[in-house]
């Protein structure tokens, strides 16, 4: 088949208020490497209704989905794998034989990341942020690792709030994990509101934000030593495994 727009596939990601996303020219560039003929776009959109029309957009083959839709995006699907079910988000949808299949990649891609630098001392983890649909994931990977995880949020159902959150818990917790969107460009100056003088060089901090590329939160770590990492090596597995979905049979 010539390769022209018109029979090119169509990818992209679902989320709202998304410009500062890396996924496009990630995606763009795999395909000029590899020579495909395909092209991957934002869309931006700002209720989950809207995501009717997306699914409407003439050789889409496949979507990934992030902040705030990734549990939103549910009911408008037609099935879900079965540890997209377990986790409770999905943040991959696939197009095949005219049905809408939910997965999550967030799960694989934050574990390969993570184990890059883990260490046995990192036994606990807060994860900030608790309740959205990235950290839906994020807990299911702590868990599958036999990390013992301890939640922070501003909501119920919660070990901590953020007005809760103790000194002493922090200097014991080597590993925090921001999965909120504070600190995402252009608001880079925002980060979780967290007792950050309890740090110290045993911690571990990850930034599910990976623009900038240090954080006010990892540069909160970075000043006392800890380690850090931010979110993009998580982005690229994760994005490797949509890939994968996409194209398998």
């Not at 600190?183 to 934000?209: C, M, R, W």
Request: net charge negative; charged share 20%; glycine share 8%.
């Amino acid at each position: 088949m010539e390769d022209t727009a018109e029979n090119r596939a169509i990818y992209g990601l679902i989320g709202r208020g998304i410009s500062y996303s890396f996924s496009a020219s990630y995606f763009n560039n795999f395909f000029e490497r590899k020579g495909l003929n395909g092209h991957y776009q934002n869309f931006d959109i700002t209720t989950i209704e809207e995501v009717k029309k997306v699914f409407d957009t003439p050789q889409l083959k496949g979507c990934n989905v992030t902040i705030p839709y990734k549990t939103e995006v549910i009911p408008y699907l037609d099935q879900q794998d079965e540890e997209s079910k377990a986790i409770g988000a999905v943040n991959c949808i696939s197009f095949k034989q005219g049905r809408l299949t939910g997965h999550n990649t967030d799960a694989y891609g934050f574990t390969k990341s993570l184990k890059d630098q883990l260490k046995k001392e990192d036994h606990a983890a807060l994860v900030l942020g608790a309740t959205g649909g990235a950290a839906k994931a994020i807990i299911y990977a702590l868990n599958a690792l036999d990390i013992k995880v301890i939640t922070v949020s501003r909501g119920e159902n919660t070990d901590f709030t953020y007005e809760s959150l103790d000194h002493a818990t922090v200097r014991h917790t080597p590993l925090i994990i921001n999965c909120t969107p504070l600190g995402t460009y252009p608001k880079i100056e925002q980060a979780p509101p967290i007792p950050y003088e309890a740090l110290n060089a045993s911690h571990f901090l990850f930034d599910l934000v990976y623009n900038p590329e240090v954080s006010t939160f990892l540069r909160h770590g970075k000043n006392t030593g800890a380690r850090i990492e931010n979110g993009y090596n998580m982005l690229v597995y994760q994005a490797q495994r949509s890939w994968e979905i996409w194209n398998s049979l």
